[in-house]
């Protein structure tokens, strides 16, 4: 009621009791007087009620003006849909947004057609739901020629003027996060490609909780799932080798403390099958607590097995090389030297026996002609181990294996030395198993057992005994030589398999040594899968030991 209505009705009844009956009548009787005077503070409060009802209309109008602007003008597409699904109010920018045109519902036009049924199923939800519900639609963009990806919060509510359920929905453009999200996920899946068929993942350490996220390939590469990896730091450093683990310990303890501005290390870890890997371990501090403390370390976990593989060999490749280079400058100094001087003597000789052959007796002429045959015998000895070892350094022998009967096979090697043996008087002992078998390479065995039993003679003295003697241990067969003679120092046995190192002396009976005897003797035994060692003490004789394998 507006207020000039409450003055009309003021008016007409102050007419009335103005009248002369009608005041008298109310001033006589105290019933009607305290009715006029509600009645008057009755139509007071009235028309102050009725000036705050006013004011708050006009509040409201103003209000719903506001929201009209805003809804239509705000930069945020806003739309008013019924529960079908069909416009009911729009503003601007969704009209922009949508390719709005008014004779066509563009819910059914622009959307990508696959995403349709998924709109009217967003409806239901919303209005089956006392919140807002959020979903993402593609939205073809006829302006631009391209598929816009949207994000629809909708919300149901009662419409005041029509009291029908109506579904309000703010639309966002999404698009260039749809797009970021979609690049993002290809480089995802194309750095996860690469980890899973290389040999690196990455980590996360919270440095206070000591746990590790990890990407699964590092679980993968050390044969594990990651169920059963772990996370806890200090059970994952149990894997480590324990020649390694202090160093990986204080290669992360320099890092989190300031002194090294990365953490990196090599070492190995154990894998599922009790094997180990050696691994690259690189990683720095990404977050600090707001004390200034570590709290978290990534870093790249890398498996470099294949390449630690590939520097052992070639680390034994360029061994090999020196050892060739070694070996080829002692070849040279032999042939300079060791093969010069005899074959300079037996010249000489020759020359003195060709110039004085009529002036000579027998005698001096059978003694000129012993000297040259010895000499040449030492010369063609020192060519033949010349040869055997060229042929031993060279990788070329190939093993080919027979059974033999060793004591009889020992006998036949005893047998080449009868001669030279006599000559010092030196007898040998054999002793063994009678009928034990031997699976191997006789042909390297024979040079074995010719160079080890020649050096027993060489250094054995007159009158004395060279001891040969073989058991079985095992699934080997050990062998030993054993002589009275001359012995070795500790310096002296350290060189005798040395290609670094010349060793070779006189026998007791001034026998000239090659040098190479008992590196041909350790190469053979190698390859035949087996071991040499010695013991030795001056003036008390030498024992060679070495195994072979029975098969």
């Not at 980890?195 to 440095?207: C, E, F, I, K, Q």
């Not at 000297?371 to 040869?387: A, G, P």
């Not at 670094?500 to 001034?510: A, K, Q, Y």
Request: aromatic fraction near 10%.
């Amino acid at each position: 009621m507006k207020i000039q209505d409450f003055e009309k009705i003021r008016s007409k009844i102050n007419q009335i009791i103005s009248n002369e009956e009608i005041a008298e009548l109310i001033n006589n009787n105290e019933y009607l007087k305290t009715i006029i005077e509600e009645y008057n503070t009755a139509i007071m409060e009235l028309e102050m009620q009725s000036i705050e009802l006013n004011q708050t209309q006009l509040n409201l109008e103003t209000e719903r003006q506001k929201y009209k602007d805003l809804f239509y003008n705000s930069p945020v597409a806003f739309v008013v849909l019924d529960t079908n699904g069909n416009i009911v109010d729009i503003n601007s920018t969704a009209k922009i947004l949508l390719n709005y045109k008014n004779s066509e519902n563009p819910f059914l036009t622009n959307l990508v057609t696959t995403d349709i049924p998924k709109f009217y199923g967003f409806l239901q939800e919303v209005t089956k739901s006392n919140t807002a519900i959020k979903k993402e639609f593609g939205l073809y963009d006829k302006n631009s020629d391209k598929n816009l990806q949207l994000e629809f919060v909708g919300v149901k509510f009662n419409d005041p003027n029509t009291y029908q359920e109506k579904i309000r929905i703010v639309i966002n453009d999404i698009t260039e996060r749809y797009e970021l999200q979609l690049k993002t996920e290809e480089i995802y899946q194309q750095l996860t490609s690469m980890l899973m068929s290389g040999n690196v993942a990455w980590w996360r350490m919270n440095v206070k909780t000591k746990t590790v996220d990890y990407h699964p390939r590092k679980a993968e590469i050390l044969g594990y799932i990651p169920e059963e990896f772990g996370r806890d730091v200090y059970k994952i450093l149990e894997l480590v080798h324990p020649e390694d683990l202090e160093d990986a310990k204080q290669a992360m303890r320099d890092h989190l403390e300031g002194r090294t501005k990365f953490y990196e290390i090599v070492y190995r870890t154990k894998t599922k099958d009790g094997q180990y890997k050696w691994i690259m371990d690189r990683g720095q501090i990404a977050k600090y607590d707001t004390n200034g403390n570590p709290e978290l370390v990534i870093g790249i976990f890398t498996d470099i097995t294949d390449i630690k593989k590939v520097e052992e060999l070639l680390i034994q490749e360029k061994n090999k090389l020196l050892a060739a280079n070694e070996a080829k400058s002692k070849l040279v100094s032999i042939l300079s030297h060791d093969l010069r001087s005899p074959f300079a003597t037996i010249l000489n000789y020759l020359q003195l026996l060709n110039e004085r052959f009529d002036i000579f007796d027998d005698i001096k002429k059978k003694e000129i002609i012993n000297i040259v045959y010895e000499t040449s015998k030492s010369s063609l000895n020192l060519i033949e181990n010349l040869l055997e070892w060229v042929r031993s350094d060279s990788d070329k022998i190939q093993v080919k294996k027979l059974k033999v009967e060793i004591n009889g096979f020992l006998k036949q090697q005893l047998d080449v030395f009868e001669n030279s043996a006599k000559l010092k008087n030196i007898t040998f002992e054999l002793s063994g198993e009678k009928n034990l078998m031997i699976n191997t390479d006789l042909n390297l065995l024979s040079t074995i057992i010719r160079n080890l039993v020649s050096n027993a003679v060489k250094f054995s003295h007159k009158n004395s005994a060279v001891y040969i003697d073989y058991n079985k241990v095992d699934n080997m067969i050990v062998f030993s030589i054993k002589d009275t003679g001359i012995g070795m120092n500790q310096e002296q046995i350290n060189n005798l398999f040395s290609v670094s190192h010349s060793f070779s002396r006189r026998g007791t009976s001034g026998e000239r040594g090659t040098g190479f005897g008992l590196k041909i003797v350790k190469e053979y035994i190698n390859k035949l899968g087996g071991r040499i060692w010695v013991t030795s003490e001056e003036n008390r004789g030498t024992t060679f030991y070495f195994s072979l394998p029975i098969e």
